[in-house]
């Protein structure tokens, strides 16, 4: 028996990309799969199974932490069972695309720390990169090993009414989101048993033995001590700071749990000090070393930038990355990638607006209703204007905040997300999506975990993905 009531309020967003429909409302083949499936299910089934990926995710304690009001509230992360999938003729491209960009931001960061040839050969101003809140000075003729600056990277991407993937963002410093990828695979193949194995759809699980693998690489050592360094339980990425030590079988630590002692990292432990040769930290640059950065800080490890450039231990992200994914940079990477790939980009940006530049600023104000206004150093979706959503009022209060320091801002324009269908009372509904891809690189070159983080818009209507405001997440299939 067919389940039609499952389909029969799915209205297609007008000029928007439908992951599951063609413009014909037809299913595009690689749904096939997925579609039997929920066709042929009961409702009260479907409910049973969204039951058990809640109670699955209560149980395995898979939360985030939204702060308001400086208090920090953990929520459950929202899992929409029905799975985005994409082909293995789109993945291609998103993969090569990924290598491609990664390849030209890690050259581009070991140049501005030495030679600074790209802004020599005037394609980025040298204003643009010595005002970064992320540009460190202490990192300037520092010679990191293997020259892998970004080892860790997550790439947010959005595809737009014309089918294509954009780049929305370059996550490079301490990118989050991986263990929600871990566990919504892990609940897939709870709620739909043989579905994945029988359809060929290509595994994530193996993303913790690669970056465990990728980060022994990095030491000279035999057998390296790797360490997790995390801010602690305050955090709102904590669960996925345990959730990627124990898949490892590393230690987590805190910053009091290490010390340095003649420029050598070590662990406290029962048994006496344990040196450590490799820290995947978790804790942001600011925070890392109280003798060089925030001299306030308790999250990170005093003497640790000294250790680190004398090649004692290895940091993963490197300190600086920063540099790299700030929203004012992020319009210049096309050109990066022609400056020192001498290749055309294989995934494009959206187009960009430096609030700085009077002519750029004038043009966003005259047509604020199309755009969403960025701090070029913000995230989790804090700090935004949308043009579209904001009252007169609102845009006023906003473009006068704007005007103190332009050069802090960026705008785009509203894009129109594609949409994939998920359950919402019921009934499949579509809502707006992006891909949070997640690429490892080491040694031996860069590796794309083949699916990624698909974050939902779970509220109607909004572009707005990020779980700090009321997004949600599904699983994300590639097909062999």
């Not at 409302?25 to 299910?41: A, E, M, P, V």
């Not at 600023?361 to 199309?370: A, L, P, R």
């Amino acid at each position: 028996m067919l389940n039609n009531d499952l389909f029969s309020s799915y209205d297609l967003l007008p000029n928007t990309w439908d992951e599951m429909y063609n413009n014909d409302s037809k299913i595009r083949t690689q749904y096939n799969i997925i579609n039997f499936y929920l066709q042929s299910t009961s409702p009260e089934v479907l409910f049973k199974k969204e039951e058990l990926s809640r109670q699955l995710f209560m149980s395995q304690g898979v939360t985030f932490t939204v702060y308001n009001d400086n208090e920090g509230i953990e929520k459950i992360f929202p899992f929409d069972i029905v799975p985005r999938i994409i082909t293995s003729k789109e993945w291609d491209k998103i993969d090569k695309g990924i290598k491609q960009r990664l390849t030209a931001l890690n050259l581009f960061i070991k140049d501005i720390y030495h030679d600074q040839f790209i802004i020599k050969d005037g394609i980025i101003p040298a204003d643009l990169i010595y005002s970064c809140p992320y540009f460190l000075r202490e990192m300037k003729g520092v010679n990191v090993p293997h020259d892998i600056y970004v080892h860790i990277a997550g790439v947010d991407l959005i595809r737009n009414n014309d089918g294509e993937f954009y780049v929305l963002e370059d996550n490079l410093r301490t990118p989050s989101g991986v263990s929600y990828m871990l566990e919504n695979r892990e609940i897939s193949k709870r709620i739909f048993p043989g579905v994945l194995p029988k359809n060929n759809i290509r595994s994530v699980s193996n993303y913790p033995n690669i970056l465990y693998k990728k980060l022994q690489e990095l030491s000279d050592q035999n057998n390296p001590n790797v360490v997790l360094l995390t801010p602690g339980i305050y955090n709102s990425a904590y669960y996925e700071h345990t959730t990627l030590a124990r898949l490892m079988g590393i230690e987590l630590v805190e910053g009091s749990d290490l010390v340095v002692k003649d420029h050598v990292v070590y662990m406290k432990t029962t048994n006496g000090l344990k040196r450590v040769d490799v820290i995947y930290r978790r804790v942001d640059d600011d925070f890392l070393d109280p003798l060089e950065f925030n001299a306030a800080s308790t999250l990170g490890v005093a003497g640790i930038m000294a250790a680190y450039r004398k090649g004692n231990v290895n940091i993963i992200n490197a300190p600086g990355t920063g540099i790299a994914d700030d929203k004012a940079i992020y319009i210049y990477v096309p050109d990066m990638i022609k400056y020192y790939l001498n290749e055309e980009p294989i995934l494009k940006n959206i187009e960009t607006y430096q609030l700085g530049k009077p002519d750029e600023f004038k043009y966003v104000v005259e047509h604020i209703k199309e755009m969403v206004i960025k701090k070029t150093d913000g995230s989790g979706g804090y700090g935004m204007l949308m043009g579209h959503e904001a009252s007169d009022a609102e845009i006023k209060d906003y473009i006068d905040n704007v005007k103190k320091k332009p050069d802090n801002f960026i705008a785009q324009p509203i894009l129109r997300l594609s949409t994939a269908p998920c359950c919402i009372d019921g009934k499949l509904s579509p809502r707006c999506i992006d891909l949070r891809p997640f690429a490892l690189a080491g040694r031996d070159g860069i590796e794309i975990t083949p699916g990624g983080l698909t974050r939902v818009a779970l509220k109607k209507g909004s572009l707005v993905v990020n779980s700090s405001q009321g997004g949600g997440s599904k699983d994300t299939w590639v097909i062999q």
